[in-house]
């Protein structure tokens, strides 16, 4: 069975968003297999967005990652991995476009993102490839914290 590797981002957060969106994936049929919240490091951050290294946005990114944008308490991102049948393509497409203002108004960040200091905040990252998912799941979970 497919796993793919879900954030809520600082913005949802902020919004009190995560339940509806989690709704959404178990709607889909997909399976919680972990669940944490983490205080995210920029070390783990820019690990996480290795492949952004190099572009004039990665900062900013880190820094909405990390919450300089939102008002909350402290660096906290919530982390899930789903599984299920073609998971992450599954989840991608229940996502929409990375731009919110390009995503399709039925998608989780065509409704609930939007772009703001120089940033595309858009609600949830999930794993673009079942090999990104793999690497994204090692990075941000012990192997003992993902169900069997
Ligand atoms: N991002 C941005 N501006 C860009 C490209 C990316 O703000 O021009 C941010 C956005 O939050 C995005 C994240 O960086 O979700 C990772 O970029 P990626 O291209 O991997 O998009 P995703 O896989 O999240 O759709
Ligand atoms: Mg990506």
């Not at 992450?88 to 108004?105: F, H, I, Q, W, Y």
Request: with cysteine; hydrophobic share 45%.
């Amino acid at each position: 069975m497919e796993q793919t590797l879900i954030l809520i981002k600082p913005d949802a957060i902020e919004k009190r968003l995560t339940g509806i969106i989690l709704s959404r994936f178990e709607a889909l049929g997909l399976e919680i297999a972990g669940a944490k919240a983490v205080s995210a490091t920029e070390e783990l951050l820019r690990k996480h967005y290795a492949n952004l290294a190099g572009t004039p946005f990665v900062d900013e990114v880190v820094r909405f990652m990390m919450g300089d944008y939102n008002h909350l308490p402290d660096h906290r991102i919530y982390a899930f991995v789903l599984r299920g049948e073609n998971a992450v393509s599954r989840v991608r497409a229940a996502l929409g476009a990375t731009n919110p203002d390009k995503a399709e108004p039925w998608t989780l960040r065509g409704q609930f993102g939007c772009v703001k200091n120089g940033v595309m905040q858009n609600a949830v990252h999930a794993s673009g490839t079942p090999e990104e998912a793999a690497r994204e799941i090692a990075l941000w979970f012990k192997p003992e914290e993902v169900l069997a």
